[in-house]
């Protein structure tokens, strides 16, 4: 390929900012098709980003052979059948996380992305981040001893419905895979299999303390790194504030960062706190979409694909497994 020119399929809420404009802003990377069930909001998407083809049918736009990437933005229900139809047309696929519904789901997705050697990635973009290259350079570093333990904690309210008295799809189980868990939660379980190396020994207990709709609203685990590492997490998402606190815990120190909010990577050591402020790119995706595009050019290599993503959604299955059998 010396050109990569995208169509995507589902352009939803998530691709008019985080991740739809990058793809005009990459070097020999355009997009040039978007498909959505709603003829009319998809030639509106089109008409608003300048992209020269829509499309209400994702086998039309999969088949369109000006298109020689598919980038997936459903609903995580519908990332299996479409990764599987674009693999199979030849066209390496960009997913958006969580990666499907389930491990089997992500299993039989990288292996027929395998079997007609076509890459897949996976959009957890937080492993080409600023903000997290310098927690990952910190901890390459040294700056805080050997790693001992981890903890995370994520809380917000509980969710609201929409004007039409219903859910929001990302607590529907049989359209995201589990709750806001499995939204949120996926970004930051993906990005310390990033820093600190694949998860062992997870076990997990899911709950749906709030009884507001059928997915948990509330998971807690524990797990060990390959490397080592203990770690301990909760997620609440029925609780009375938001707050996203992760620490990384060493023998000389500990770091303590966000993975959502807008705070500063804070380092503590005996010698005291330091601050390191990293302002978020625009779009925020920009940065893993132009490691894709390195990558399918033969420039470079980028740092999520679909066994990495296997491995987020392998973890999230154990620490909710009792709760959905």
């Not at 010396?2 to 169509?7: A, F, P, T, Y």
Request: glycine residues 8%.
């Amino acid at each position: 390929m010396k050109e990569i020119k995208w169509g995507i399929i589902g352009c939803g809420d998530v691709t008019e900012v985080k991740s739809g404009p990058a793809f005009n802003l990459i070097e020999n990377s355009s997009l040039v098709a978007v498909m959505r069930r709603n003829t009319e909001l998809a030639k509106d998407y089109a008409k608003r980003h300048g992209v020269p083809k829509w499309y209400d049918k994702a086998e039309d736009l999969i088949a369109d052979e000006e298109v020689n990437a598919v980038y997936i933005a459903t609903p995580p229900a519908h990332h299996k059948q479409y990764t599987l139809m674009a693999a199979s047309a030849g066209k390496p696929v960009y997913v958006e996380k969580p990666m499907a519904l389930n491990t089997a789901e992500c299993r039989e997705m990288t292996k027929v992305c395998s079997q007609n050697h076509i890459p897949l990635f996976v959009a957890y973009y937080r492993r080409t981040l600023p903000r997290f290259l310098k927690v990952k350079e910190l901890l390459d570093g040294g700056a805080i001893g050997e790693v001992r333990f981890v903890s995370i904690q994520h809380t917000q309210p509980l969710a609201e419905k929409d004007e039409n008295g219903a859910w929001p799809w990302r607590v529907d189980p049989e359209t995201s895979g589990g709750g806001l868990f499995f939204d949120l939660a996926s970004h930051t379980l993906d990005l310390f299999d990033y820093l600190l190396g694949p998860f062992t020994d997870v076990k997990g207990t899911a709950r749906n303390q709030a009884g507001a709709y059928p997915a948990e609203d509330t998971v807690s685990g524990t797990f060990l790194f390959e490397n080592g590492a203990a770690g301990i997490g909760i997620w609440n998402f029925s609780s009375y504030k938001k707050e996203d606190i992760n620490r990384i815990v060493g023998t000389k120190g500990e770091i303590i960062f966000s993975s959502f909010d807008e705070k500063p990577v804070t380092l503590l050591t005996e010698a005291g706190a330091e601050d390191f402020i990293i302002e978020q790119p625009r779009p925020i995706q920009r940065h893993l979409i132009q490691a894709v595009v390195e990558e399918l050019l033969g420039k470079g290599t980028a740092p999520s694909t679909g066994e990495t993503a296997l491995r987020t959604n392998l973890v999230m299955d154990e620490l909710v497994k009792g709760y959905y059998g």
